[in-house]
């Protein structure tokens, strides 16, 4: 008596969308690059238990822990709505990378709202809107960043790639995602806190740069609504974080550079980093690409190991999905 949902990463930005563009990723082999929350009932109190690879970057208090927080707000949300909440016992995999860039936090509040939500609608014959989700997801981490931005939970949940729009009722809007792409993710095995990675951004831009920021953005849209691809990864190109983010990344701007070189459509920094991402429509080059970043993109600790990993993608345009 209990369900499971995995929420998948995201890539926030995507270069010229700071903070209103997001695209949610899987990997071509099958690999659930995410987390996965299980709901089931309690007769002991609410319970919260954590596992999986990186579970140890966590804190060791649970009720620290990001997905007790998403239990207190459903349940808030419950009371509001007029509806009894009921004892569970969640259970955390946490499987992403904590400060990766790619959208760590948002798998686990998108796993924990969508978990709770698919627990109430089997078991007891209740659950909140998509919209009232999302509002809730956005709070969550509002509530780890300082900041509102839905450009990963919105992806994370709904699938594709989302369009952040300045309607509280909406939220979001589904972009056409280039289907015949592949995103080839590199995480070096470091972590970069979005505080920070937001902190180092200047507080004003000159007229040149918002020039050049909202004739890339407005153009990418228009090329994805058109399925121009060649027009599309022209302009993917970030002036608003990654003159500044680059210099915090180790070895980012080499890899970029031959990345660049070797024929790559679009690098980019995956959110607030350090994951670098890559992209082709050549699933043989993208393979190249993956083996090359393996080799000198991650960051290995004194005994020679790394945490980091490199995944060949594609967009992931299910979003959150219960499993079986």
């Not at 993956?290 to 967009?315: I, K």
């Amino acid at each position: 008596m209990s369900v499971s949902v995995f929420a998948p990463a995201s890539i926030g930005n995507v270069n010229v969308g700071f903070d209103v563009l997001g695209l949610a990723v899987k990997p071509v082999d099958g690999t659930l690059l995410g987390d996965v929350v299980t709901v089931s009932p309690s007769n002991d109190g609410d319970q919260l238990t954590v596992t999986g690879d990186f579970a140890h970057k966590l804190p060791s208090d649970v009720k620290l822990n990001i997905v007790w927080q998403c239990l207190l707000l459903f349940n808030k949300e419950l009371f509001a709505s007029k509806q009894a909440s009921v004892e569970v016992k969640i259970s955390l995999d946490k499987r992403m990378p904590v400060g990766s860039g790619l959208g760590s936090s948002a798998c686990s509040v998108v796993a924990a709202i969508a978990g709770l939500n698919a627990f109430y609608e089997k078991y007891h014959q209740f659950s909140f809107s998509k919209q009232a989700l999302l509002k809730m997801m956005g709070k969550m981490e509002a509530q780890i960043s300082g900041s509102l931005h839905y450009d990963n939970v919105a992806p994370c949940f709904l699938g594709g790639m989302q369009l952040m729009v300045p309607d509280h009722d909406i939220i979001a809007r589904n972009l056409p995602p280039f289907q015949d792409c592949y995103f080839v993710m590199a995480y070096p095995g470091i972590e970069i806190s979005t505080k920070a990675a937001r902190e180092i951004l200047p507080n004003a831009y000159s007229r040149a740069d918002l020039i050049s920021f909202g004739q890339n953005f407005a153009t990418f849209v228009d090329a994805c609504h058109r399925g121009d691809k060649a027009q599309a990864f022209a302009v993917l190109t970030d002036v608003v974080a990654e003159p500044y983010r680059k210099s915090i990344l180790p070895g980012y701007s080499e890899a970029a550079s031959y990345l660049t070189q070797q024929g790559c459509l679009a690098v980019g920094i995956s959110g607030s980093g350090p994951t670098l991402f890559c992209v082709t429509d050549d699933l043989a080059k993208a393979t190249e690409f993956a083996a090359w970043l393996n080799d000198n993109y991650l960051q290995t600790s004194a005994n020679g190991s790394s945490e980091g990993f490199v995944h060949v993608c594609q967009a992931d345009t299910q979003g959150a999905v219960s499993l079986p």
